[in-house]
C-alpha cells in the first residue's frame, strides 16, 4: 500500500500545477510543457521525495534511540543548528562560496559542528546515554534558537524576510545534480539503518534489554545520531527546517503496522516522501500564483494530528 501511495504520488504531482501540462508533449521537447515539467516540477517533486523520506526515517530512528514518542530531527538539536548556519550566512551577506550558494554550506557545516558538540556533551568517559544525548540535544537546541532570535533582530529589513522566509521551510527546483548529490547521501544511509532494524526494535525497549541482547547499547546510540544527523542536516541545508513530518507519518504507521522496524523503516521512507510532495503540491497550488512554505503546511497538520491522536481511542503504540 505505502509503494501504491508513492508510486502515484510521483506520478501525478509533477501534473498538477496552475499551468496544466501534458507528459506526452514534455517527453517529446515541446514548450512550454518540456520546461515546466523538467525545470520547475519535476525536480521540485524528487526533492519533496527524498526530504520527505529521510526526515519521517530520521524521526523514527531518533524516536528509538531516545524511547520518546515526540522525538524528531529538532529534538537533538540537528534542525536548529543547520538553521543557524544558514541565519549566520545570510545575516553577513554571504551569497556564493566556491559557486555553491553559501546557505547550503553554511547550514551543512553548522550541522556538522553541532553534531560534534551535542557527542562531546553527551559522552561520560567512554560511554554515552540515551538521557545525555537527549539533554545535550535540547540544551545545544535552545542556544541555537536563541541565537537565531538574536541575530534575527539585528538584521536588516530584506535579510530579515530571507532569514523569516528560510525558517519556515520550504522546497524549490533545485538542479538534477544537486538531486543527484543528496540522494547519494542520504539513500545509502537509510538503507543501512534499516539493515540494523534489529538493533533499533531492541534499544526501542531499553538499553539495558539491548545490551542484555547483545546489542552495543552506547556504540548504536552515537552510530544512529551522527546517521541520523547526516541525513538531517543534509536536508535541512536544501530545505530550511521542515518541522512534524518525522511525527505525524511514524505514528500514523504504528497504529497500522506496530512497532517493528523491519516494516516500519522503509513504509516511513515510502509514505514521508509521498506525505511530504502532497503538502508541497498543496502548498504551490491552493493560492497560485502565491505559494505558500511547505513547513506551515505541515506545521498546521501536525497539531490537529496530536490533539486527535490523544483523544482517539487508536493511539499509537508509544502513548
Known amino acids: 500500500m505505502c509503494a501504491a501511495i508513492f508510486a502515484i504520488t510521483a506520478v501525478a504531482s509533477p501534473l498538477i500545477g496552475s499551468t496544466r501540462i501534458d507528459y506526452s508533449r514534455a517527453l517529446a521537447g515541446l514548450s512550454p510543457d518540456r520546461e515546466i515539467l523538467f525545470y520547475a516540477r519535476l525536480p521540485r517533486v524528487l526533492l519533496a521525495m527524498l526530504a520527505g523520506g529521510t526526515l519521517t526515517v530520521t524521526g523514527v530512528l531518533f524516536q528509538a534511540l531516545l524511547r520518546d514518542p515526540l522525538a524528531e530531527?529538532?529534538?537533538?538539536g540537528i534542525s536548529s543548528g543547520s538553521s543557524l548556519g544558514a541565519v549566520i550566512a545570510i545575516s553577513l551577506g554571504w551569497t556564493t562560496i566556491a559557486g555553491i550558494p553559501?546557505?547550503?554550506?553554511?547550514?551543512?557545516?553548522?550541522?556538522?559542528?553541532?553534531?560534534?558538540?551535542?557527542?562531546?556533551?553527551?559522552?561520560e568517559g567512554r560511554r554515552i546515554s540515551s538521557f545525555t544525548l537527549l539533554l545535550a540535544g535540547v540544551s545545544i537546541n535552545s542556544i541555537a534558537m536563541a541565537t537565531i532570535l538574536f541575530l534575527h533582530n539585528l538584521a536588516s529589513l530584506s535579510q530579515s524576510f530571507a532569514i523569516t522566509r528560510w525558517l519556515m521551510g520550504g522546497v524549490d527546483a533545485v538542479e538534477f545534480r544537486v538531486i543527484g548529490g543528496l540522494a547519494a547521501i542520504v539513500l545509502p544511509v537509510s538503507a543501512l539503518i534499516f539493515s540494523r532494524w534489529r538493533e533499533w526494535n531492541l534499544l526501542a525497549v531499553g538499553e539495558e534489554w539491548a545490551a542484555a541482547r547483545g546489542v552495543p547499547a552506547s556504540k548504536m546510540l552515537v552510530a544512529g545520531y551522527i546517521a541520523g544527523s547526516l541525513m538531517t542536516?543534509?536536508?535541512?541545508?536544501?530545505?530550511?527546517?521542515?518541522?512534524f513530518i518525522g511525527l505525524i507519518v511514524p505514528h500514523g504507521l504504528r497504529m497500522v503496522l506496530g512497532a517493528d522496524h523491519r516494516t516500519l523503516i522503509p513504509c516511513s521512507f515510502l509514505l514521508g516522501a509521498a506525505f511530504l510532495t502532497i503538502c508541497d503540491t498543496v502548498a504551490r497550488t491552493v493560492l497560485a500564483p502565491t505559494e505558500i512554505p511547505v513547513g506551515v503546511i505541515t506545521a498546521l497538520l501536525g497539531g490537529p494530528f496530536f490533539i486527535w491522536l490523544l483523544r482517539s481511542g487508536r493511539r499509537s503504540l508509544w502513548l
Open 102 to 123: 553559501a546557505v547550503w554550506l553554511s547550514a551543512f557545516a553548522a550541522a556538522a559542528v553541532t553534531l560534534a558538540i551535542v557527542l562531546g556533551i553527551a559522552f
Open 73 to 76: 530531527p529538532f529534538t537533538l
Open 233 to 243: 542536516g543534509s536536508i535541512t541545508a536544501f530545505t530550511g527546517p521542515i518541522g
